[in-house]
């Protein structure tokens, strides 16, 4: 340890550290802007671009970085002298001066971070009045709006890019003035190989990288009396929605976002979940039926669309390892405008199939050409958690105190391992739940695989499927992915079945989700929701839903049969 000074107090710190990482052990705030500590994934931001975590240090002419400027035996600090608030005001009057003037009608009002800092700064005018940069808006693609004029280079989309993601897809272009982050060459992003995760879009200070707002296009279809639209959320919804309006991160809403669909006038109002356990039904007889046929091992899990363009674009030579299920909202989608249209006697061309997904690239996923070709399109439109929250917010309702509601007849029951789809390993862990017993021919009377969960980028288990051992791997974060998907390549890989997540922590930590700002306490928070969902449900089988087991009956016929293969797998091609 060294000794050194703050603000006046002694202490004792680690050698090594940061002026900002023993500050805020301390409990003394410094502000910081393009700081963006990552530590669970391994990565820092350390642009140190801003300047505005300018502290005093004694002995020094110029003001230090506190993000960058590590700690020696001896030193004094200052982080609230005059000289240093006085340096970052200056640091953020700059960058207003090259800012748009739009806070009103940006997508990030109230929630940019520039903005929250101009205002504990006491900002309130802009002394710097010159030439504003202008760009234009990259509207390329169905899933992220690049609007570059928004731009602070505090490079933090690019660390979670390159160094999480490891798809390399955004970096610092041009110099000085006009410097901006995008992708080489400025191609517009649909052109590039990026996956849509959305990881940058969570990281973004400002609204230079945001989603494709589809709230509008909701509305209409509500407002349109010839249509029938239906909504569906993903699993990760519940555990973090309540976070829009002040609720604690993890906190269960499950009730309350089917009472607000139903007020927003929504005609049916469903859970994903269904579709989840619907996933399963298929993908765990094509588990046994690859173990079974010498099919082709590892199986992959493909409900992640982000994940799916990765291995695209990545390892094309590895097209054919990913199960061929649709994921599990875009088999929704397809059930809504057979099953259920026939059940409820309305035309499939007069339904619209709303997605509120935790996920940016489920927008681009739901217009892939694979899953339109259908006159009907599975899903039409697609919104995140937060622009879901937005659509409660315009509608006046007092989200907190709404009261339970349930979801409808007929695609609105589901089980626990429906819901632990929300988080890294979930998907593998409700596969197991009923391969086990379809394998085996006995109950699972220990429906908790312990052994899959938690947090670290990548697990492993092994299963004894009576006498015969199931080799599992999972991962999450794309970066996680890559090793995994190079032992398969390179034939090191031991897995029967690997899960793969694109996003940190899962859905849970999903690009559309209330923004986190890099703090993991908060996905962490959500992820033991989910078990916990999981654990107060009466079924935690999918094989047990009765709603599947009936849609199976009545329609479907078998797993992997005709009908099912018509309209809920499907095959990705580069
Ligand atoms: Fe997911 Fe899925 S779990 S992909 O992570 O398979 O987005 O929540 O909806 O489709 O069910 C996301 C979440 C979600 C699908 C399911
Ligand atoms: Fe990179 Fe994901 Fe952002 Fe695309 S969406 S630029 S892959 S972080």
């Known amino acids: ?16 550290s940061t002026i900002l990482d023993v500050a805020k052990e301390a409990r003394i705030h410094i502000p910081t802007l393009c700081h963006l500590d990552l530590h669970n994934l391994k990565a820092v931001n350390k642009a140190a671009s801003c300047r505005v975590c300018m502290v005093e240090v004694e002995g020094r002419n110029n003001l230090a970085p506190a993000c960058v400027t590590k700690v020696t035996e001896g030193m004094n600090i200052k982080t609230d002298s005059i000289k240093s608030i006085k340096a970052r005001r200056m640091a953020v009057e700059l960058l207003l001066s090259n800012h748009p003037n739009e806070c009103f009608t940006c997508p990030k009002n109230l929630d940019c971070e520039l903005q929250s800092l101009a205002k504990n700064l006491g900002i309130t005018r802009i002394k710097f009045d010159g030439e504003r940069k202008e760009y234009a808006k ?16 505090c490079r933090r989309c690019e660390t979670m890019c390159n160094d999480v993601q490891t798809c390399g897809i955004l970096s610092g272009l041009d110099r000085g003035f006009d410097a901006i982050v995008g992708p080489a060459f400025n ?7 990026c996956t849509y995760c959305g990881q940058c879009v969570a990281v973004c200070p400002t609204a230079a990288l945001t989603e494709v707002n589809a709230t509008d296009k909701v509305w209409s279809a509500i407002e349109d009396k010839d249509k029938y639209v239906v909504a569906q959320i993903a699993p990760a919804i519940r555990v973090a929605l309540g ?25 049916g109002v469903f859970d994903t979940d269904f579709a989840a356990d619907l996933t399963i039904m298929e993908e765990a007889s094509e588990l046994i039926h690859r173990l079974e046929n010498n099919g082709t091992l590892p199986m992959l899990t493909s409900c992640c669309p982000a994940w799916v ?22 088999m929704f989608g397809a059930i809504a405008k057979t099953y259920y249209a026939e059940k409820i006697g309305v035309d499939p061309d007069k339904i619209v199939v709303v997605s509120v997904m935790p996920c940016i690239a489920k927008k681009a996923e739901a217009e892939r050409p694979e899953l339109t070709k259908d006159e009907a399109n599975n899903v039409d439109l697609v919104v995140t958690t937060r622009e879901f929250a937005t659509m409660i917010k315009e509608a006046g309702m007092d989200f907190p105190n709404l009261p339970d509601g349930e979801f409808d007849k007929l695609m609105g029951e589901s089980t626990g391992a429906s819901v632990i789809f929300g988080t890294t390993g979930g998907v593998i862990e409700a596969a197991l739940r009923t391969a086990y017993e379809w394998a085996t021919g006995e109950t699972l009377e220990k429906v908790d695989f312990k052994q899959l969960r938690g947090l670290d980028g990548i697990r492993e288990a092994s299963v004894d499927l009576k006498g015969k051992e199931l080799k599992i791997g999972i ?3 794309l970066g996680n992915a890559r090793r995994l998907l190079e032992d398969i390549r390179d034939g090191k890989s031991h897995y029967h079945a690997i899960e793969i997540m694109a996003c940190p922590g899962g859905c849970v930590g999903g690009g559309g989700q209330p923004y986190h700002h890099g703090d993991a306490s908060i996905v962490e928070a959500r992820h033991k929701a989910i078990y916990e969902e999981d654990a107060g449900k009466k079924l935690r089988k999918s094989h047990e839903n009765p709603e599947i087991i009936k849609l199976y009956d009545e329609f479907l016929g078998k797993p992997l049969g005709h009908k099912s293969h018509d309209l809920l797998h499907t095959h990705y091609e580069k």
């Not at 899933?143 to 602070?152: A, E, L, N, Q, T």
């Not at 191609?187 to 190989?193: E, F, G, I, R, Y």
């Not at 309006?245 to 927003?264: D, H, L, N, S």
């Open 1 to 16: 340890t060294v000794s050194i000074i703050i603000n006046g107090e002694d202490y004792q710190v680690p050698k090594d």
């Open 187 to 193: 191609l517009p992003m649909k052109d590039t190989s």
């Open 309 to 330: 363009k990765f291995i695209e674009h990545q390892f094309p030579e590895l097209l054919d390892i990913p199960s061929s299920c649709k994921s599990p909202h875009i």
């Open 138 to 153: 990259d509207t390329s693609s169905s899933s992220i709006v690049k609007d570059p004029s928004k731009c602070i280079m």
């Open 475 to 477: 991962a999450h974060g």
């Open 243 to 267: 976070e829009e309006f002040g609720m604690a991160p993890g906190t269960i809403v499950t009730g309350k976002i089917a009472t607000a669909m139903k007020r927003m006038g929504f005609d």
